[in-house]
């Protein structure tokens, strides 16, 4: 996810033919603190809650109580076609094998990021190095049990490089779909980007966060929905990401966790912007689930998990809630 230099600390902070829709928000009443209302089926569509776990992070149990799949960030691709996961420590991944199996989690794999996605270039370039990867990520996936790989080039440059990164999703998504593994990717939604061409992974999360003045609004993220669904990727594999950070747009660029930014400001769940600081309170998030589960997206993402509260201020628990249809929108 973003890693950038400057946004380093920002991280520590089915066919394609299927027509696309238009999207609209769920109706809100004229009271600014009143949350969206839905009409749901009797039989509510499959809805993941991703939640994205970073090496340098510790492991909370109680994330497993909110979440349908965890991301582990992240293995680097080397250019001659190696997996670099010396960054993954033994200790996270026996945690991470004991909630699956104890809580039935999905448990996934994430490859490159800001900084660890110098490796995909010269890689992709040659079938035979691609090959190799492929070889050497499958054989991994099989033996720590994973139910899929999360691939994060940030970013191919031009379009010989893009076609470079299509190629190693097609050929991925072959040699895992006999395995019976996910492949997903993360996705700027920059409409300079082949978009359309990412519709050949099993998911697409959205990452519609870091956009514009305001970071991470309501009205962006129905803006990057409506992109992806224009270039034909269906509803159902686009995953919305959403952020448990905020930050400001310009220099210096000052970040804050959603849980400091609770301790620090306590503001009330309708707010999103403290001292400059843009952010998705429990209202905006409310409204981005609702509006996931209305237009049928295939779930909700989120950048990262450590950046949560665990007290009854959660974003996880409240968008778990409403994807469980425990907590009406």
Not at 43 to 68: C, H, K
Not at 138 to 152: M, Q, S
Request: glycine share 6%.
């Amino acid at each position: 996810m973003k890693l950038i230099p400057l946004l380093l600390t920002l991280a520590l902070l089915t066919s394609c033919g299927e027509s696309a829709r238009s999207l609209t928000p769920p109706a809100v009443d004229s009271n600014p603190t009143a949350l969206p209302t839905l009409t749901m089926n009797s039989v509510p569509a499959p809805f993941d809650v991703i939640g994205y776990f970073p090496d340098y992070r510790e492991l909370n149990p109680v994330w497993a109580d909110s979440l349908t799949d965890i991301i582990y960030f992240s293995a680097e691709p080397h250019a001659d076609g190696t997996l670099d996961t010396s960054r993954l420590s033994k200790e996270s991944w026996q945690s991470l094998q004991q909630l699956k199996v104890e809580r039935g989690l999905r448990l996934h794999l994430s490859i490159g990021g800001w900084e660890r996605s110098t490796g995909f270039a010269p890689m992709t370039a040659d079938l035979l190095t691609r090959q190799k990867f492929i070889g050497a990520l499958t054989e991994f996936a099989l033996a720590h049990h994973l139910d899929g790989v999360d691939f994060d080039w940030e970013f191919p440059n031009g379009k010989a490089e893009f076609k470079d990164y299509i190629s190693l999703l097609t050929e991925t998504k072959a040699a895992f779909a006999r395995q019976n593994l996910l492949v997903s990717v993360a996705l700027t939604p920059d409409p300079n980007f082949p978009l359309a061409d990412f519709a050949v992974v099993d998911r697409v999360h959205l990452m519609s966060y870091d956009r514009a003045a305001k970071h991470a609004t309501f009205e962006q993220a129905m803006k990057d929905a409506q992109l992806l669904l224009d270039v034909g990727i269906p509803a159902a594999r686009i995953i919305l990401g959403v952020p448990f950070y905020g930050r400001n747009t310009s220099p210096p660029y000052k970040v804050l966790s959603y849980e400091e930014i609770m301790r620090r400001y306590s503001p009330p769940p309708t707010v999103d912007e403290v001292d400059g600081i843009y952010f998705n309170g429990l209202n905006t998030i409310q409204n981005k689930v609702c509006f996931a589960l209305e237009e049928e997206l295939g779930g909700v993402m989120v950048w990262e998990l450590a950046h949560d509260t665990t007290d009854s201020n959660s974003l996880l628990q409240r968008i778990y809630a409403l994807a469980k249809r425990k907590h009406p929108c």
